[in-house]
């Protein structure tokens, strides 16, 4: 298990920016970044391989979110452009640190953020 430390939550007006940031205490293979809102189940935002670089964004995501990584710094980046107030929800920070061969959307997190709010109005 690592330490994760999130950051860059906060309030943003439809069609703006946020970038969240997720630091892990150790080495991680796979990081992920989940959302949940009020009254909905948690999903999967986006996740991404360390070593291949490889991603997966949910659908909605899809062109809006961008997911990258500093291994040096053992960091991963959420960029969310375009927002909308759909996007409002609690973001989580996840990381696997065993190697898995499955798809990126199976991945089986360990490791949990704290949880940072993006609050985004209309």
């Known amino acids: 298990q690592v330490q994760l430390v999130e950051s860059g939550g906060g309030l943003v007006q439809a069609g703006g920016s946020l970038r969240l940031s997720c630091a892990a205490s150790g080495r991680t293979f796979r990081m992920g970044w989940f959302r949940q809102a009020p009254g909905k189940e948690r999903e999967l935002v986006a996740a991404?391989?360390?070593?291949?670089?490889?991603?997966y964004y949910a659908d909605s995501m899809k062109g809006r979110f961008t997911i990258s990584r500093d291994n040096a710094k053992n960091t991963v980046y959420l960029q969310m452009n375009s927002l909308k107030p759909d996007d409002t929800a609690v973001y989580s920070c996840?990381?696997?640190?065993?190697?898995?061969?499955?798809?990126?959307?199976?991945?089986?997190?360990?490791?949990w953020g704290q949880g940072t709010q993006v609050a985004v109005s209309s």
């Open positions: 996840a990381a696997s640190t065993t190697r898995s061969y499955k798809e990126l959307a199976q991945t089986r997190f360990g490791s």
């Open positions: 991404i391989a360390l070593i291949t670089g490889s991603t």
